[in-house]
């Protein structure tokens, strides 16, 4: 082999190899790009998932909120009640206790 054909092997070789290493650089930036912009998606989803839960989780704390008043209420009448009736009967005992008497 002579000397012009190793030179022009190893510009063949050179050019081969750079433009592989263009190729990789270029697959690499694009894999790079692929991956942020999933990353993006994902971020985006993640946001709106947590906008929904937000939502659903003051919709129920709302109905929580209104059961409890319910309930509060509800137990309010409950010892209302419950006091008028042991009043009634303090005092049916009472009267009882003074019909006996006489």
């Known amino acids: ?22 190729t990789a650089w270029y697959c690499c930036c694009s894999l790079r790009q692929q991956a942020q912009e999933m990353y993006k998606r994902k971020a985006v989803e993640s946001a709106q ?5 937000k939502l659903h989780l003051d919709k129920y704390h709302a109905q929580l909120k ?10 309010s009448t409950l010892q209302q009640q419950s006091f008028k009736f042991k009043r009634i009967q303090v005092s049916a005992r009472l009267s009882l206790s003074y019909t006996c008497l006489y």
């Open 1 to 22: 082999m002579s000397t012009v054909d190793f030179v022009t092997l190893f510009r063949i070789d050179s050019e081969f190899a750079v433009n592989i290493f263009v």
């Open 49 to 53: 998932t947590a906008a929904d839960l």
């Open 66 to 75: 209104e059961v409890q008043v319910a309930v509060s209420e509800k137990t």
